[in-house]
């Protein structure tokens, strides 16, 4: 299809749970890309990959985060024992061979630890 | 390097009166730059591009934009405002080495009546 689509829509987890947000690129997309949006205008570049490859991962707090792009499966991005500030819109978005030329968003995951 | 200002934090304009959204970019490589909505609770939706084609871009809504090299800009014009372009918007800059996106501080529009 045409959309990134991402599940779930929201979530809610207590500190020290575990999250996982999947996100399922548009098909054809080479480049799937992570963004937390932490405050309502700051936009936080984690990881990206060019197909089941990691592209680029000098954004990810490794520690506790962790993402994955399978073949013929959703793209995932997991965060071991959450924490507070982990509270944000997590957004995906795929483009095309060519990544420059555009990048669709999805609608995004947010994520609330409490 | 790349990174995005956008001049204006808020803009309030009357319905059908023009909105001119005001971005300049600085990138160390040819840059492709990009506009995005995003009402309230919602995803980031494409309005319009720029990769190195025509300079003045048009866009869905009836939004549009100009990339002037010269003056390192790439403002957001729509000749008529609508209630429903009450929004924030975002000016994003991309490189073509590493396809990082960089996002400005983003602009708020309401639209009166």
């Known amino acids: 299809g045409e959309e990134v689509a991402q599940t779930p829509k929201h979530l809610v987890r207590g500190e020290g749970q575990k999250a996982k947000l999947y996100c399922a690129p548009i098909k054809g997309h080479s480049y799937v890309f992570w963004y937390q949006q932490v405050l309502k205008n700051e936009f936080k570049f984690l990881i990206s990959f060019q197909n089941e490859n990691v592209f680029d991962e000098t954004g990810m707090p490794k520690e506790r985060f962790s993402a994955k792009c399978l073949p013929n499966s959703p793209c995932s991005l997991e965060i071991q024992a959450t924490k507070l500030e982990d509270s944000a819109v997590y957004f995906c978005?795929?483009?095309?061979?060519?990544?420059?030329?555009?990048?669709?968003f999805g609608s995004g995951t947010r994520l609330t630890v409490v | 390097a790349q990174s995005v200002t956008q001049l204006d934090s808020h803009v309030s304009v009357s319905e059908g009166t023009p909105v001119l959204l005001r971005c300049n970019y600085s990138?160390?490589?040819?840059?492709?730059l990009f506009w995005y909505v995003q009402h309230p609770n919602k995803g980031l939706q494409l309005l319009l591009k720029y990769t190195s084609a025509a300079t003045l871009v048009k866009g869905i809504n009836g939004f549009e934009a100009e990339f002037k090299k010269s003056e390192t800009s790439f403002h957001l014009t729509k000749p008529s405002a609508h209630m429903s372009d009450a929004a924030e918007y975002f000016c994003?800059?991309?490189?073509?080495?590493?396809?990082?996106?960089?996002f400005g501080a983003g602009t708020t529009v309401t639209v009166r009546a």
């Open positions: 990138s160390s490589y040819s840059p492709s």
């Open positions: 994003v800059v991309s490189s073509s080495n590493d396809y990082k996106l960089s």
């Open positions: 978005a795929s483009s095309p061979k060519q990544a420059h030329y555009g990048y669709t």
